[in-house]
């Protein structure tokens, strides 16, 4: 498949290599993110006019989710600033690697049975239940991300490299299923000369880098589900031999290595999620906001067993019996299981189009409140930039929802393209289109349930 | 190597394939832009009563015809409440206890939200109703590219697998 490798462009060579630029982007974001913690704890309590809830849940998602993850994947882990306290403790230093061997921690490997994302899963799973209180309370939303980073911190302290990114963090999960549609990835030139490379510098470190901070060995990466683009490799590489490549999008979703169960009900949940949002928070059911933020009354309590049964049963449930039918009609015996997960992975560009449709409806609404509290952030009657009282305007009304309907559409192609190529890479020469329409019935069905929602 | 004379094949297949193509693109541009016939009865003056309450508005669904005059009545029951119309960019403040009147012609024809436009609680920003004017054209419009959509992809690798 066509590539070209962005490292030919001088400055992009300069730009990735350099310590510095990274560091620069990860401080600001550390700034702003410990503004944020600030800001929930002794802000206003209002949430529109709290630079916590304005800043993290419309600015950064809005960024996030709509350009950061289409576009370059897990971008955003690379300069996340979640990670930078307990990494600096580790490494015993702020940039380089330093000549003799320093840093705090146990550097103990995390263990076999949960290097997956399931934790993740589970992670998300319990931000999404209390997720209404988290996006409207500032001082929760302090709260969760002060958790955040002292997990990350003590992670760090007790395991090698960044565990917490790889194995706990809710957000790296979803990131890392959907930078699969990226059209960037980082991966080696050429195979066989990391074969030949005893030292392997680009997992053990060298001078010039550390080794892959995420663990992975990328001579035998074939996803960029773990990479988090932090270019360490190619610091350390000392045969030049790491590409970072511009590629036709989406290209991981057909790659037969390394389809997993864990990751396929990542594809459910987020799926799941989107929906669930679009009908709480976008829909016009009172009854249902008021119950989802009630957290720990019996109304509550129905909401998040109503939530899990739909992501977690529901959903994977009617899908199973789709793959199960499609199963029974392919020549050979294969496993509705591992068929299951298989065919999953056609999910992911329908998924990131119902976020990105699903977040549409909050964040051109509401992203004007982001003027003011830049100019006051803790609403102190502070006004930096001279748009503290800058009034709530909703931007482009009148072209939010057809904008949604085409990302939708868009990403329902997308999905049963995928589902075709998964279909026919096994039996490609005796595919019948007609045998996966149960899968392409359940996309087509999730799209208009998702129309209806957001534009009907 | 099957694997290159595949991608070789579908090089060589897309272009005798424009016509496929071309279709797609010609009922696309139909299900979006043709207009659908559809009869109304005339005009009229109609008052809806919309009763804004933390943090929901009841009723939260709307119809009216298009091209009627329409006067929403907000009463607030609690706090001060706003209504903001999407798509008519319009908007009223109604305090506690008393009514505010938001009079407009309903021209633009479609599903539009609307929404508190005065902060009122922790739910606040998903305070939200919707208003119908007329049938839903952009829903169905949707559906139909989505139906469209769904068949172009199938056939698309249905004649890609079926030089292969």
Redesign the interface.
Known sequence: MVRYNLIQIPVLRTLLTNRWPQLIIRALALAGFLLAILAGFVGTP????NFAIIMVWIAWWALLIMVAVPLFGRGWCSICPIPIPGEWLQNGTILGPLKKKSGFGLKMRWPNKFRNIWLQNVAFTVLALFS??IL??PRITGIVLLALILIAVGTSFIFERRTFCRYLCPVGGFIGLYSQVSPIEVRVRDTSVCAGHKVKTCYTGNEDGYGCPWGIFPGGMVKNTNCGTCMECLRTCPYDNIAVNLRPPGTDLLQLRGRKLDEAFKAFIMLGSAVVYSV????????L??AA?AVGSFAWWGYALSFLAFVYLLLPGIFYLAVRFISQNVPGKRKPLRMFTEYAYALVPLGLAAWIAFSLS?IF??VSYLWSVLSDPFSWGWNLFGAANSS?T?YF??Y???VQ?LV???G??????V???IS?ERT??E?K?WR?WPV?AY??FV??GL??LL?? | MRHKQTRKQIIEIFPRQSWFWSLIGVVSLGIVFVPIPSTFSQPVEKTLRVEASTFEFTPAVLSVNPGDLVTIELNSTDVVHGLYLDGYDIQITAQPGQTAYLKFVADARGTFRFRCSVSCGALHPFMIGKLKVGPDLLLWRGVGMAVLAALAAVWSFHSWSAIT
Do not use: C, D, E, M
């Not at chain 1, 976008?282 to 009854?287: L, V």
């Not at chain 1, 329902?412 to 393209?417: A, G, V």
């Open positions: 209002v949430g529109n006019r209404i209180v409207t309370q709480v928070l976008i829909g016009p059911w009172g009854a906001k008021t933020f909050f609404t509401n709530w909703p009304s009148k939010v929802p057809a309907v939708l559409i868009v329902l192609f997308w999905s049963i393209t589902i075709q190529r026919g490609l020469s595919y289109p996966t392409v996309s087509a799209t208009v129309l209806w534009v009907g």
